[in-house]
């Protein structure tokens, strides 16, 4: 028989959970205490819910954490981990240290199936999809593994698949995340990064999730952007920027925009200028990602005069521009880098 896997549950449902399996639904709220704060995953480590209600939740339920197959270290302090799902489905996860920020990126799906020509992912294809559960437990799983003092500050989306494409568990996953009484992460201190599939950004625009958004963007001419970036045949940029000026934005948020830097494709002075022109009037800021090398992707990245007068084009206009120098890129975990078998 088939069990459920706790962590898809909210706090609320599992006061429910609790009151029908006979006990109070006070005891649904320790039990979410145990999962979500203190991070136990063992029904029969609960030492303090009733010995009955512990063999009841053991019969159908579980807490079910992917395995972590790989820890990988980089040079600069982050930390890749290769996480095995019951199946065989590995994801990435991957956690990166700034000052007094340690940032989780987080994956949504095993492979991607969107193939971008920069993304190592995308040679991937798309397997599946994870489930809400599946998702937060890759935070479970890095709170784990962390030294003393140390917590995860900031939760990226911006792992193994495209978000807004397995739209119902993302939002899920960002509501568990969210919610007081399970992770309680600020909702300004987690960013869902998209392709730019407009009508999962029209969808999030009306859930009142106040996370933060960013629009890989890459190009900015249709030509260009259809070459790298098949989802723009069906979404076109004008489209794509008219729902991000749509898209209603916190006070004191800004939309970021990510844009990789591909030499010779994408990093000409009037690229740079293009892009002033195409964020007129949308209150954002730009990533510059310097393209990171696979083997075999076709794309170099610029010099790096070239990648500073792109950005120098950018702050002359006004714009907030900063070159992302990605982390882990020594163990193929930055940008665009994550990729993993399916199987064993």
Known sequence: MSSTNLLDL????????????GVPRYRGRQLAGWIFTRGVAEIEAMSDLPRDFRAALA??????????????PSQDGSQKLVLRYAGGARV???LMPDGDRLTLCVSTQVGCG???AFCFTGTMGLERNLSAGEIVGQVMVARRGLGPGERITHIVYMGMGEPLANYGATVKSLRLLTDPRAFGFSPRRITV??????????RLAKESLKVNLAISLHATSNEIRDRIMPINRGFAIEELLAACRRFPLPFRQRMTFEYVLLDGVNDAAEDARRLVRLLKGIRGKINLIPFND?????????SLPRILAFQAILLEHGITATIRWSKGEDIGAACG????????
Do not use: H
């Open 92 to 94: 990435q996860s991957v």
């Open 337 to 344: 880098q994550l990729r993993e078998e399916v199987t064993a």
């Open 10 to 21: 909210f706090p609320a449902e599992m006061e429910e959970l609790a009151e029908s399996l």
């Open 294 to 302: 696979w083997e075999g992707s076709g794309f170099g990245r610029p």
């Open 59 to 72: 019969a159908s339920m579980r807490v079910e954490l992917p395995e972590v197959e790989r820890r990988t």
């Open 193 to 202: 990064s998209t392709v730019g599939l407009v009508s999962g950004i029209e």
């Open 114 to 116: 969107f193939g971008c």
